[in-house]
C-alpha cells in the first residue's frame, strides 16, 4: 500500500524554522518526484517545492525561494522541507505529494499525504 505521512507541522512566530517530514512507504522516491503543496483557508492549493530523488533537480515557488529548502534520503525513503523566516503568509496545511510527471501541478498528483498543519504566528 502507498502511503505518505507528514509530520513537523505546529505553531511558530514569524521568522522562525520548522522542519516537515514526508515519510514514504509502499514505494521508493527514486520512482517517483516528491513535492509539497500548501493549501490556505479559502485559497487554492500550491506547489511549493519540488525534489527528484533520481537526478537532484530541485524546484521552489517563488514565494519560498531562498528561505525553504528541500532535501531526500533514499535510505529513509523520506523528504524533507526545511522552512526558515517563516511569514505569517506561510500559514497552510502542508501537503506531501508524488508525481510521475515532472510537474509540480495538483492535476498531476499520483499519491497524497493527509496533510499537516503550519502557524505562523505575527
Known amino acids: 500500500e502507498v502511503q505518505l505521512v507528514e509530520s513537523g507541522g505546529g505553531l511558530v512566530q514569524a521568522g522562525g524554522s520548522l522542519r516537515l517530514s514526508c515519510a514514504a512507504s509502499g514505494f521508493t522516491i527514486d520512482d517517483y518526484a516528491i513535492a509539497w503543496f500548501r493549501q490556505a483557508p479559502g485559497q487554492e492549493r500550491e506547489g511549493v517545492s519540488g525534489i527528484s530523488s533520481s537526478d537532484g533537480n530541485t524546484y521552489y515557488a517563488a514565494s519560498v525561494k531562498g528561505r525553504f529548502t528541500i532535501s531526500g534520503d533514499n535510505a529513509e525513503n523520506t523528504v524533507y522541507l526545511q522552512m526558515n523566516s517563516l511569514k505569517p503568509e506561510d500559514t497552510a496545511v502542508y501537503y506531501c505529494?508524488?508525481?510521475?510527471?515532472?510537474?509540480?501541478?495538483?492535476?498531476?498528483?499520483?499519491?497524497w499525504g493527509k496533510g499537516t498543519l503550519v502557524t505562523v504566528s505575527s
Open positions: 505529494a508524488a508525481l510521475r510527471a515532472r510537474r509540480i501541478d495538483p492535476a498531476y498528483v499520483d499519491y
